[in-house]
């Protein structure tokens, strides 16, 4: 069961990180059509950090969540939860982004989050 829960943890942080790979592409072209000046600036800031984001999300979790790495499950953990509670706190619940668009990532975060506690844990029994 190790395995398995340390693999889909994986599964779901690498999931994530593809998904904010297109959510910064696609923030960079928004802020790409923005007059330059402080406002775009901060559009391609933030481009820039969920990109960043995304890259440790699937660096970790090929290199060292799939191998169950306690030291992979906190950067992970670290890194996905400081890009996505300020996603779900400013954006999703107040409600400037509904539908699936939404919920997906935090599903994946969470879900990441649970297998790979799963993974730690049941290791730690055995």
């Not at 059509?33 to 391609?44: C, D, I, S, V, Y």
């Not at 440790?56 to 509670?85: E, P």
């Not at 668009?101 to 989050?113: N, R, Y």
């Amino acid at each position: 069961m190790v395995r398995i829960f340390a693999v889909l943890g994986a599964a779901a942080y690498f999931a994530w990180g593809v998904l904010h790979f297109l959510a910064a592409a696609n923030s960079f072209e928004f802020a790409a059509t923005m007059e330059a000046g402080l406002t775009q600036g901060r559009l391609f800031q933030g481009a820039f950090y969920v990109a960043i984001s995304a890259a440790v999300a699937v660096v970790v979790a090929l290199g060292f969540n799939w191998r169950n790495s306690r030291a992979g499950y906190w950067v992970n953990l670290l890194t996905v939860s400081a890009a996505d509670i300020p996603f779900v706190l400013f954006i999703a619940a107040p409600g400037h982004m509904t539908g699936p668009e939404a919920v997906v990532g935090p599903t994946l975060w969470l879900t990441g989050v649970a297998l790979s506690t799963l993974a730690l844990w049941t290791s730690r029994r055995n």
